[in-house]
Each structure stands twice: as structure tokens, then as C-alpha cells.
Nanobody, 115 residues
Framework: QVQLAESGGGLVEAGGSLRLSCAAS????????MGWYRQAPGKQRELVAT???????NYADSVKGRFTISRDNAKNTVYLQMNSLKAEDTAVYYC?????????WGQGTQVTVSS
């Protein structure tokens, strides 16, 4: 089993910044990809960004140039630096960890951007 603990959400004005953190614990030795997804009210959960254990990132077009995903393998933690936030970034953000067969999700952290 893998446990994911997210932190860093909150309320911010448009144009502001937030940094999300996700610390993994448990059976983490074979996690290959970690990432962030988000779900806005009435919408499906969508990819925000992922990063491999080698550090290769992948971003949704909607966040390219504004968000940066990073990973500290020594701390088993993945970060999402969110800059130039927009009202449409408002959502619950979920951390995801992918092992070879199993996927794990965090509980989610609310990000609200006021316009």
C-alpha cells in the first residue's frame, strides 16, 4: 500500500501563486510516475502534470508555462508550483502515484482562485 499526504491548498487571488506538496509513504520503492490531477465542480477529473522517477515532466496544455512539477526522491515528495493562477484553476487537486500495477490517490486539497 501507498499513502499520499497532500498539503498546500488554499484561497488565493487571481495572478497569485501556491505550492502543493504530496508526500508518499508505505510501499514506495517501485513508484514510477507521480502526478497531480484536478476536478472542478461538475467536471471530470483531469490531468494537470506528471513526473517520472527520472524527472521527466508532462503538463496539460492549460497549465504549461504557469505550473511546474518537481520531485524530491530522497523525501518521496512531489511538488506543484502554481503561478499566475486563474479562476479556472479552481478545483480539488489530487496527488496520484503509479506503481507497475496499482494506482493510488490522495484525499485531495482544495485550491480556490478568486477573480
Amino acid at each position: 500500500q501507498v499513502q499520499l499526504a497532500e498539503s498546500g491548498g488554499g484561497l488565493v487571488e487571481a495572478g497569485g501563486s501556491l505550492r502543493l506538496s504530496c508526500a508518499a509513504s508505505g510501499r514506495i520503492f517501485d513508484i514510477n510516475v507521480m502526478g497531480w490531477y484536478r476536478q472542478a465542480p461538475g467536471k471530470q477529473r483531469e490531468l494537470v502534470a506528471t513526473i517520472t522517477n527520472g524527472g521527466s515532466p508532462n503538463y496539460a496544455d492549460s497549465v504549461k508555462g504557469r505550473f511546474t512539477i518537481s520531485r524530491d526522491n530522497a523525501k518521496n515528495t512531489v511538488y506543484l508550483q502554481m503561478n499566475s493562477l486563474k479562476a479556472e484553476d479552481t478545483a480539488v487537486y489530487y496527488c496520484r502515484a503509479q506503481r507497475p500495477i496499482t494506482t493510488y490517490w490522495g484525499q485531495g486539497t482544495q485550491v480556490t482562485v478568486s477573480s
